[in-house]
């Protein structure tokens, strides 16, 4: 099959703006909350001043009666252009909001493959995490990496090898379902969180997606060379059987890198290191 696919046109975010985010978001919500409060009170003191120039119609007509119903008058159309401004204001305040939570989206996905990036995992990692805690379920991370990428960067060229990452990418996303969680951790290297599945079904599911990988034959599309077999290499471990989470992160990093030293194309659990039997 052929690499060439159009990039995602979604502009990364550096990782520092989200305190920034974090800050307008802020500022925004105060700003709404006041403007709310104000066009309110605006409303209020229009109807007051209606009265107030109803009042003063029905008195004997002289000239200070006609002049203060028409300072009344001034007064409404002041607060009427108010009310008019607050409420264009509360409008755009409301765009910047979506402005921003757009900001956010666009900020968690990595723009090559269009899946969740680092950023990204790590928020959900925590959360899922906890709520696996909370309710008892099971998780288990999986770090794999593309086998031999430089040498396909090397020998085709970067196109193609961004090309591979988005097939890649397209094969791990069929692993994200059932509540499970796929995002690509940097480089060749991509993070599965795996939910509500046993340590087995875990590593069934993601040598399912290595073995429809190993199946597919790539071609590159600059060149109309075969790129041949394309495999990765992954390791998994049990987040709930660590005390520290990112001791499991670990874990699967060092399954990762046993699997590459034993041949790669396979998939090694953290678990099995541990009992002697990898």
Request: charged letters at 30%; glycine letters at 8%; a negative charge.
């Amino acid at each position: 099959m052929g690499l060439h696919d159009p990039a995602l046109s979604s502009a990364a975010i550096a990782p520092n703006a989200e305190p920034l985010l974090d800050r307008l978001e802020e500022t925004i919500r105060r700003f709404s909350e006041t403007a709310a409060r104000a066009s309110e009170q605006t409303g209020a003191c229009q109807q007051q001043v209606r009265d107030q120039i109803v009042a003063a119609e029905g008195l004997t007509p002289d000239p200070s009666t006609r002049q203060i119903v028409d300072l009344a008058r001034t007064m409404l159309a002041t607060l009427g252009q108010l009310e008019r401004n607050m409420r264009r204001s509360e409008a755009e305040t409301a765009q910047l909001r979506a402005d921003l939570e757009q900001a956010r989206r666009e900020a968690d996905i990595d723009c090559l493959t269009g899946l969740p990036n680092r950023r990204a995992f790590e928020r959900e990692f925590a959360r899922a995490e906890a709520d696996a805690r909370a309710d008892g379920s099971t998780l288990q991370v999986a770090i794999c990496d593309i086998d031999k990428f430089k040498s396909v960067n090397d020998r085709f060229g970067h196109e193609t090898g961004d090309g591979l990452l988005r097939a890649v990418a397209s094969v791990l996303g069929e692993c994200a379902q059932d509540g499970c969680f796929v995002a690509r951790h940097g480089g060749e290297e991509f993070v599965l969180l795996l939910r509500g599945l046993s340590r087995q079904m875990a590593v069934d599911r993601l040598d399912r997606a290595r073995i429809a990988l190993g199946e597919r034959r790539f071609i590159s599309r600059q060149t109309k060379q075969p790129i041949g077999t394309i495999s990765f290499s992954a390791g998994i471990a049990d987040v709930l059987g660590e005390a520290n989470p990112r001791d499991a992160l670990a874990k699967a990093d060092a399954a990762l890198y046993r699997a590459k030293e034993s041949g790669r194309n396979r998939v090694l659990c953290a678990w099995d290191m541990a009992a002697g039997t990898s």
